[in-house]
């Protein structure tokens, strides 16, 4: 009996210590990623990522891994929210400037682009020299932008404003060298190409990308902080996506919900993955058609809209007569993209998009550029990065097909541009010259670059031939 007794405690004994190991394993593998996922449940304007003690955009290697799964799509999105998007840092390089040009296989042309360090928009040849630069003058900007950073109460939100009124999120450059700029979440400039003061935009709330219309409308997207019934919301107010139309003296025209275009559709299914709370759908991109390939799909109908909801991991296509979603794709679709950028509706009537690839692991970690049917949803080209050639941007990134059938894409959080043939050779490379931080580890975010036809720029001096060298 004392020995069956015995038996009976070391069995229990046995147990005991079995439990303790595995929940000790559970433990150790659950506690980091609880205490990753309490920090980024926090509101969506959290604190700016970098300590510098200057202005603007400045990025620095991320290290957080990044695993492949539905879960960690949401963690990433989380991640951003409690970042604001807007700050962040990555290593700069040591070379600068145009570190590569292949005259022979580049398309050649103007570089009009935006950088973190400044409130500016740049004109630059080929070979890296500056030709002309747009930038602040008129001190009313800086009033208004005073006067919206301190009408927010909560002094996060005051601290992510402030450093968006460092630099532009976007510029538009008309073919009279006038410029649209975005301050990001706060307002919208004209300038003229001397950097006069044209007009401030009556709406608030402009971020990421505008498109102007042939007849001189402003397309840009909104964001709005609304009342929004459940089960799409479940804080008071969410800031909620717009597509608002101004005329081109800045005066709104007409301001169309993305959410009501959504519900108002066969792709409402979609919205299950939006988050209910602060931040619904973070779009980064507009494409407003023309019409001209509209015989390939009624969908490319002039006046429908391609969008890109970064929250969603969808890019759609709206009817903004109808306001209406009339197309859409989600990126987890063969695998297309996860967090993604900059999707164009090109000539042929593929699609050319950006993909961020948050979901790739730590040890493989890469960025790509990818060309797809729509309809197939068939991969028809791509450029990635590998271990001979890095890319990878967490945030931002776009690109543009060239004329002459190369890609020209913009690795933001690297501070780098660069142009590749549709075999993948790069015959044109720009890193940014600006750098911060002790030992220039910090470099200036490229929010965006476009290459420019030399003939549109005709109100400068011997523009053809600076495009040409």
Known sequence: MKHKFLHNWLIIIFIVIILLIIGGILFLNYWPHASQTAKHDSPRIGQPSHNLKIDGRWRKKNTAAVKKNGQQFEKEVKRLQSLGYLQGYHNGPTKNGVTLYNKSLAYGGLNFFTSGHAQAAFLMDMQGKIIHQWDLKNPLVKKRLESIIKSQDDPKIRAIYREACTYWRRAHLYDNGDILAIYSQIFMIKLDKDSNLVWISDITGTHHHMQVADNGNIYVLVKKNKSIPKPYCLDKKCQTDFIVVLNPR??????????????????????????????????????????????????FKKGNALISALYLNTIAIVDLDKEKVVWALEGSVNDLWSGMHEPVLLDNGNILIFDNNWTAPKNKRYSRVLEFDPFTKEIVWQYRGGKQQAFFSRTCGTNQRLPNGNTLITESDNGRVFEVTSAGKIVWEYINPHRAGKNNQFIATILHMQRIDQDKISWIDNAKAMAKD
């Open 250 to 299: 800045g005066e709104v025209i007409k301001s169309i919900s993305l959410l009501e275009c959504f519900v108002n559709s066969e792709y409402t299914h979609l919205l299950r993955k939006m988050p209910k709370k602060n931040e619904q759908f973070h779009t980064n991109t507009l494409q407003l058609f023309d019409g001209h390939l509209s015989d390939i799909s009624p969908l």
